[in-house]
Every structure is written in structure tokens, then in C-alpha cells.
């Protein structure tokens, strides 16, 4: 038995009209054996009704659970809650063919798909693109060594960038000051 032989659905044997239901747990072991990039660790639930329709199968996701992502300000891991509902249309065909993001063409001799690497796409793409611990939450030596090396924002960014409980700098203290670059003096003299 294969790896990803539990994600196998055979089409080619559903009546017409029935609908099949499946529940899947993708865990820590799951995202260790599919090997991709961007989640590597989590506990997903998957809930997937299989509807036989006129020329098609109408295959409806819901995915539910936490994965674990790298912060985008500190680089610690950081868990990253999602909730995403997704559909894939099946036709079987004489050869494998995607013919747009939610239709896709299999071998009718085969009648069967593997849905594996798809379950690991709709986990990447709940995931939302910006990745950051809520404030106070992120590694305080990686925040105060962004905070040294940053240029002076405003309020509004400020806000943004803090993840610690810090009060935001108001760049008055003269060891920021020192730190200024001197080429940016001429264009203050013109606000």
C-alpha cells in the first residue's frame, strides 16, 4: 500500500447519481510524505461530498484545522488557523488533461484519481499570504534587531510592524537619530 493510497477515489464504479461522502485527517505524517515547500506541519480536517452528475463528478471540499507557517517578521513557526471551502469537477476522458483550475479530464480506463497533492493546494491556498504572530508573539530578539535596522515609519506603519509590547519609537533617541542617513536632509528641506 502506497503512501497516498487512502486519497485514491475510483469514479468509474459510483451509479449514477450517488452522492459519497469521505473525511480525511491531514496531520503532521501527511505533509512529511507529500514534501512540499510552504506547510510542512498541521492537523487539517477534510470533509469531501463525491456527486455523480450527468457527464461529471462534482467533488466539494471543506478543509478545516491549523497548519504551522514561518512568521514573515521573526522566522519562528507560527500557527496559522484556516477554514476554505473548494470544488473540482471530474470528467473521464481518453487521456489526463486539466481544462481550467476546477475541471479536470482522467483516463476513463482508469477511472480514478489520486487526491492527495490536491488536498495539499487547497491547504497552501487557505493560507493566507501574510503570516505574522499576533503582537507580542514573536521571537523579541528578531523584533528588537528589526526595530535597530529599520528606517522610521510612520504611525500607521508602526502599528503594522510592532509584535511586541513595546511602546512605537518616536525617534527621539539620538542613537536612532545618528543612524540617519545624511542624503535624506535635502529632500526633508523640501517638505
Known amino acids: 500500500m502506497g503512501k497516498f493510497d487512502a486519497y485514491r477515489i475510483t469514479f468509474k464504479t459510483m451509479a449514477p447519481t450517488e452522492v459519497c461522502k469521505y473525511e480525511y485527517l491531514l496531520d503532521n505524517k ?6 512540499g ?9 477534510v470533509n469531501l461530498n463525491v456527486e455523480r452528475k450527468a457527464v461529471a463528478f462534482e467533488l ?3 478543509l478545516e484545522g491549523a497548519v504551522y507557517v514561518l512568521c514573515d517578521r521573526c522566522l519562528d513557526n507560527m500557527e496559522q488557523f484556516i477554514e476554505s471551502n473548494a470544488r473540482l469537477i471530474v470528467k473521464l476522458g481518453k487521456e489526463y488533461a486539466e481544462e481550467s483550475d476546477e475541471i479536470l479530464v482522467i483516463s476513463e480506463e482508469e477511472g480514478a484519481l ?6 495539499y493546494e487547497f ?8 503570516h505574522i504572530h499576533p503582537p507580542g508573539k514573536c521571537n523579541r530578539t528578531m523584533t528588537s534587531k528589526l526595530k535597530k535596522h529599520t ?4 504611525d500607521e506603519e508602526n502599528e503594522d510592524f510592532d509584535c511586541t509590547d513595546d511602546e512605537p519609537s518616536t525617534g527621539d533617541d539620538p542613537e536612532e537619530m545618528q543612524t540617519a542617513d545624511p542624503r535624506w536632509d535635502a529632500l526633508k528641506d523640501l517638505m
Open 60 to 62: 466539494k471540499f471543506h
Open 123 to 130: 491547504v497552501v491556498l487557505a493560507v493566507p499570504m501574510k
Open 30 to 35: 501527511f505533509f512529511m510524505d507529500i514534501d
Open 37 to 45: 515547500a510552504d506547510v510542512q506541519k498541521g492537523k487539517v480536517r
Open 114 to 119: 489520486n487526491l492527495a497533492w490536491f488536498l
Open 151 to 154: 528606517p522610521k515609519r510612520t
